[in-house]
T-cell receptor
Framework: KAGVTQTPRYLIKTRGQQVTLSCSPISGHRSVSWYQQTPGQGLQFLFEYFSETQRNKGNFPGRFSGRQFSNSRSEMNVSTLELGDSALYLC?????????????FGPGTRLTVL | KQEVTQIPAALSVPEGENLVLNCSFTDSAIYNLQWFRQDPGKGLTSLLLIQSSQREQTSGRLNASLDKSSGRSTLYIAASQPGDSATYLCAVGNAGGTSYGKLTFGQGTILTVHP
């Protein structure tokens, strides 16, 4: 079974631009979560989607948004990029947010904002 | 608000040693606790998942324990190898409707196993 895939793997953008990242979950998984990882803040939760609905959102500004499609693939968008948005963006999928579910992570998208 | 702390921040050991990584959390109302491994510049690999009703889980040379009442978990690695060198992350999944899909992570322990 294929794992979680994320595209692109690397991105370089300039301040003020916007970016869209994509995540394809493991087949059959309906929950997709997104995280931002930086050296200073570590791993921080962005949001979670299940059946095209956002069920939970972390403490990030409205410039960060996401969506999920009917095939469970998810995208996240960051508008008006700032230098501080440079990070590794990870997505994770699971069958559902139940006690038995392990979250499986993708390889991440490395975003550099110049 | 859940907070997760990992000690030590870094650990360097010779090959063959048994070692223990520690994780503590402030809110005991958890669903589960996961241990992950992260290699430099890579994503996270799940090592062990412990449900809140369990006391420990084992996989090969790894054993993770959970003491919910004291807010602690330990990851025991037996007979360490250079290939075990990585950052080890502890993450907690909380109960409650506002916790869907959310794991709260510690800052990690950077492990170096030298030959």
């Amino acid at each position: 079974k294929a794992g979680v895939t994320q595209t692109p793997r690397y991105l370089i953008k300039t301040r003020g631009q916007q970016v869209t990242l994509s995540c394809s979950p493991i087949s059959g998984h309906r929950s997709v979560s997104w995280y931002q990882q930086t050296p200073g803040q570590g791993l921080q939760f962005l949001f979670e989607y299940f059946s095209e609905t956002q069920r939970n959102k972390g403490n990030f500004p409205g410039r960060f948004s996401g969506r999920q499609f009917s095939n469970s693939r998810s995208e996240m968008n960051v508008s008006t990029l700032e230098l501080g948005d440079s990070a590794l963006y990870l997505c994770a999928s699971s069958l559902d947010r139940l006690v038995t579910d392990t979250q499986y992570f993708g390889p991440g998208t490395r975003l550099t904002v110049l | 608000k859940q907070e997760v702390t990992q000690i030590p921040a870094a650990l360097s050991v010779p090959e063959g040693e048994n070692l223990v990584l520690n994780c503590s959390f402030t809110d005991s109302a958890i669903y589960n606790l996961q241990w992950f491994r992260q290699d430099p510049g890579k994503g996270l690999t799940s090592l062990l998942l412990i449900q809140s009703s369990q006391r420990e889980q084992t996989s090969g040379r790894l054993n993770a324990s959970l003491d919910k009442s004291s807010g602690r978990s330990t990851l025991y690695i037996a007979a360490s190898q250079p290939g075990d060198s990585a950052t080890y992350l502890c993450a907690v999944g909380n109960a409650g409707g506002t916790s869907y899909g959310k794991l709260t992570f510690g800052q990690g322990t950077i492990l170096t196993v030298h030959p």
